[in-house]
């Protein structure tokens, strides 16, 4: 579990950037700096909804189209419904269509 900066640029993309420090008792044991940009015109499915694990997280999974025929799938989720309701709400700004989980009958 990291923190990560959503940062929407005037191009629509989304840069995604998440600092992560890793500590051992203690102990910085390594610094990372990761970056994630998204493209609001490859981004082939944006959808909002939950992960289920131990425990039911918020979630906006991504579907990016990065080289002819190959799919890349990114998952972010979030701690917090309204942390998910933000980036959902911004997403539009920059381009991105939302889609919304269909709804399975029974």
């Known amino acids: 579990m990291v923190i990560a900066n959503v940062i929407p640029s005037e191009k629509r993309q989304v840069m995604i ?3 992560s420090t890793y500590r051992h ?3 910085n044991v ?3 700096h ?3 940009s998204l493209n609001s015109l490859n981004a ?3 959808e909002p909804g939950n992960v289920l694990g131990f425990e039911v997280r918020y979630a906006v999974s991504f579907v990016i189209a990065r080289w002819k025929d190959k799919l890349e799938k ?3 989720t979030f701690a917090r419904p309204e942390d998910q309701a933000n980036l959902v709400a911004m ?3 920059a381009g991105f269509i939302i889609t919304l989980p ?3 009958a029974g």
């Open 17 to 19: 950037y998440v600092h």
């Open 25 to 27: 008792t203690g102990i």
């Open 30 to 32: 390594s610094d990372t």
């Open 34 to 36: 990761w970056v994630k």
């Open 44 to 46: 082939i499915s944006t």
């Open 74 to 76: 990114l998952i972010m």
């Open 91 to 93: 997403l539009p700004q």
């Open 102 to 104: 269909s709804k399975s």
